[in-house]
C-alpha cells in the first residue's frame, strides 16, 4: 500500500510564479490537511479537508488554495509565491477528523522560492 | 493564545533513558500526540494519550496530567536509531493539531 504520495519531491520556483502540490492517499480516509514546516516552529495547518467537497482554513492560509474533488486527491496551489512561502510541505489524512485516529503523513515537498 | 513548549535539544547515551517533557496551553483539549521525525522525513505516529496516566509501548511510553497541561514520552535502552525530533501535538476543540517545535533528540555511543 503507497499510503499518501506527494509530488514533486522538491522543487525551486521563482517568486510570482503559481505552483500546485500534489498529494494522493489510497486508504480511503476522510480527512485531508496541508502543514508546512519551519525551522524552529512546528507544524502549521494551513488547510484542511474533512470530507470529499469541503474545505476549510486553518492557522496560516494567506497566499494557498485547496480542492477536494474527491476523496483521494487534496492538491495545494500557490497562485503567486513569495520567498516566504520557501518551506518543506506535507500532506496528511485520517480516518474521521473528530476520532482518536493518527494523522499519517506524506513524504513532504521543500519547496524554495527565489 | 494556544501554546505548546518543548526543549529544542537533548543528548543522551546509548542504552540509557531519556525523557522529554511537553507542556500545553489550549483552547480545549481532545488528547495529545506524540510523533517520531528523523532528518528529512515525515513525522510518525508514536503514542496518544486522551486520559490521565501512563501508556506503554515497547520501549517507548507516555504519560499525560490533564490538570498540569504536562506530559512526557520516555524511551528506554535507548539505540542509536532513535536518534530524531520528537513532536507533541494537542487536539484541542476544533479537533485541530497544535504542534510543537519538536525536540532534537541526539544519541551519543
Known amino acids: 500500500t503507497a499510503g499518501i504520495t506527494q509530488a514533486p519531491t522538491s522543487q525551486i520556483l521563482a517568486a510570482g510564479r503559481s505552483m500546485t502540490l500534489r498529494c494522493t492517499q489510497d486508504m480511503r480516509h476522510n480527512a485531508m490537511y496541508w502543514y508546512r514546516q519551519d525551522l524552529g516552529l512546528g507544524l502549521r495547518l494551513i488547510h484542511y479537508s474533512n470530507t470529499a467537497g469541503t474545505t476549510g482554513k486553518g492557522e496560516v492560509p494567506d497566499g494557498y488554495s485547496v480542492s477536494r474533488a474527491n476523496t483521494d486527491d487534496f492538491p495545494l496551489t500557490l497562485a503567486s509565491a513569495v520567498p516566504s512561502q520557501t518551506s518543506v510541505y506535507f500532506c496528511a489524512s485520517s480516518d474521521s477528523p473528530g476520532s482518536t485516529d493518527t494523522q499519517y503523513f506524506g513524504p513532504g515537498t521543500r519547496l524554495t522560492v527565489l | 493564545g494556544q501554546n505548546i513548549d518543548q526543549p529544542t535539544e537533548m543528548t543522551a547515551t546509548e542504552g540509557a533513558i531519556v525523557q522529554i517533557n511537553c507542556t500545553y496551553q489550549?483552547?480545549?483539549?481532545?488528547?495529545l500526540f506524540w510523533y517520531q521525525q528523523h532528518a528529512g522525513e515525515a513525522p510518525t505516529f508514536l503514542s496518544y494519550?486522551?486520559l490521565d496516566g501512563l501508556e506503554e509501548k515497547g520501549r517507548f511510553s507516555s504519560f499525560l496530567s490533564r490538570s498540569k497541561g504536562y506530559s512526557y514520552l520516555l524511551l528506554k535502552e535507548l539505540q542509536m536509531k532513535d536518534s530524531a525530533s520528537y513532536l507533541c501535538a494537542v487536539r484541542d476543540s476544533n479537533y485541530q493539531l497544535i504542534w510543537g517545535a519538536g525536540t532534537k533528540l541526539i544519541i551519543k555511543p
Open positions: 489550549t483552547s480545549g483539549f481532545n488528547g
Open positions: 494519550n486522551v
